[in-house]
């Protein structure tokens, strides 16, 4: 059984970039959630989703979005990158709608200068 | 007001201490409270997942949930070295239909052997 894999493991980036962050999910999981952890915070839930559909989504602007895919992959995107965007992103697997058993990949560091 | 507070930390105990970890939350009509454990450079993994009032155990690890005084507590007893590391609590609102998921700031936690 794959764990749940994301890359890159870190990525400096410039204020107005844009980046993509890709994460695998744990075989046989068909939901992904993202997470922005700033340093010394807890994680703060991006959105979800579900059978490559958004399900749900926590308070951040729309430069920041995403994408699953039919093998249930799934991408997160943010559009002009501000210096607050500098943290740690999280994503999560899990069978199902909700955060019940959800498997969290190492992150991507990423720093915007 | 914030969905969700804990205590930062941190906290140092001495091996074979037993710990308390807590957060309050702000809406009595929260379901489902989970608590993760972060170790340094991880990703968070589940620890426990409950639902509603009570009670939970699994061996060191005990989860309380206090839905009249909105607060949780993450229980450790005969703590070890190797549970040195953030404490997280996350609440999943659920029944106010709302599919997100709030976590605490984490509390930071040193055993001393």
């Known amino acids: 059984e794959t764990g749940v894999t994301q890359s890159p493991t870190h990525l400096i980036k410039t204020r107005g970039q844009q980046v993509t962050l890709r994460c695998s999910s744990q075989?046989?999981?068909?939901?992904v959630s993202w997470y922005q952890q700033a340093l010394g915070q807890g994680p703060q839930f991006i959105f979800q989703?579900?059978?490559?559909?958004?399900?749900g989504r926590g308070n951040f602007p729309p430069r920041f979005s995403g994408l699953q895919f039919p093998n249930y992959s799934s991408e997160l995107n943010v559009n002009a990158l501000e210096l607050d965007d500098s943290a740690l992103y999280l994503c999560?697997?899990?069978?199902?709608?909700?955060?019940?058993?959800?498997?969290f990949g190492p992150g991507t560091r990423l720093t915007v200068t | 007001q914030k969905e969700v507070e804990q205590d930062p930390g941190p906290l140092s105990v001495p091996e074979g201490a037993i710990v308390s970890l807590n957060c309050t939350y702000s809406n009595s009509a929260f379901q489902y409270f989970m608590w993760y454990r972060q170790y340094s450079r991880k990703g968070p993994e589940l620890l426990m997942y409950?639902?509603?009032?009570g009670n939970k155990e699994d061996g060191r690890f005990t989860a309380q949930v206090d839905k009249s005084s909105k607060y949780i507590s993450l229980f450790i007893r005969d703590s070890q070295p190797s549970d040195s590391a953030t404490y997280l609590c996350a609440i999943n609102p659920y029944q106010t239909g709302a599919n997100n998921l709030f976590f605490g700031t984490g509390t930071r936690l040193t055993v001393i052997p």
């Open positions: 409950t639902y509603s009032s």
């Open positions: 989703y579900y059978r490559e559909e958004e399900n």
């Open positions: 999560a697997s899990s069978l199902g709608q909700g955060f019940y058993e959800q498997y």
């Open positions: 075989s046989g999981h068909n939901t």
